[in-house]
């Protein structure tokens, strides 16, 4: 089962940041958080991970609370095509499980 | 060149029968997944082999046979299939890491039992 908490939907408007939360209380040391989304129908498609420090790549940024916790996903400027469900996973030893993700819905 | 295939990208098929998905990655990945995406749209892992070797063997129906002949190939074939294995079935590579590098998915298999 997976261990996080997200929550089941969120909207944001067209080139305004999106910021989608993750609770992973029990997440343990060696354990890293992993964002996937899934748009309409595709396979999922990776987005960013980190294990303690904030992570920033083309795509996205992930801060990560330093009790690890939980995490943002943030979007830094949504467009209607980052509409999709958003999964944050906690992994480790190649044990990726999801759970239900938050529909992001980017709206004009 | 697409980095995880799977093929067929559809198939319908009547009860009873026994079908096989194939999934190729030409990533030189040693891990390969099965994960099956029902109605309610939840993505739950099958299986994962590593280096040929199997891995993680959820609950799956002893139906469910995974077949890896080389580390760029995870097939998965079912036998007596029935209405409840429709889902999109969904294959992913990976290096046998220390969680430090990410997972790929192919497009999905749409698997119809009639």
């Known amino acids: 089962d997976a261990k996080t908490t997200q929550p089941p939907s969120m909207d944001c408007a067209e080139g305004r940041a999106a910021n989608l939360p993750c609770n992973h209380s029990?997440?343990?040391?060696?354990?890293?958080v992993y964002w996937y989304r899934q748009i309409h129908s595709q396979g999922p498609q990776y987005i960013i991970h980190?294990?303690?420090n904030n992570e920033t790549n083309e795509m996205a940024s992930l801060i990560i609370t330093e009790d690890r916790k939980s995490s943002t996903l943030i979007l830094p400027h949504a467009t209607l095509r980052d509409t999709a469900v958003y999964y944050c996973?906690?992994?480790?030893?190649?044990?990726?499980?999801f759970g239900a993700g938050t529909r992001l819905t980017v709206k004009p | 060149d697409t980095a995880v295939s799977q093929t067929p990208k559809y198939l319908v098929t009547q009860m009873g029968n026994d079908k096989s998905i194939k999934c190729e990655q030409n990533l030189g990945h040693d891990t390969m997944y099965w994960y099956k995406q029902d109605s309610k749209k939840f993505l739950k892992i099958m299986f994962s082999y590593n280096n040929k070797e199997l891995i993680i063997n959820e609950t799956v129906p002893n139906r469910f046979s995974p077949k890896s002949p080389d580390k760029a190939h995870l097939n998965l074939h079912i036998n007596s299939l029935e209405l409840g294995d429709s889902a999109v079935y969904f294959c992913a590579s990976s290096f046998f890491r220390d969680s430090n590098t990410e997972a790929f998915f192919g497009q999905g298999t749409r698997l119809t039992v009639v």
């Open positions: 980190g294990l303690k």
């Open positions: 029990t997440i343990s040391g060696n354990e890293y």
């Open positions: 996973i906690v992994d480790n030893n190649n044990d990726m499980r």
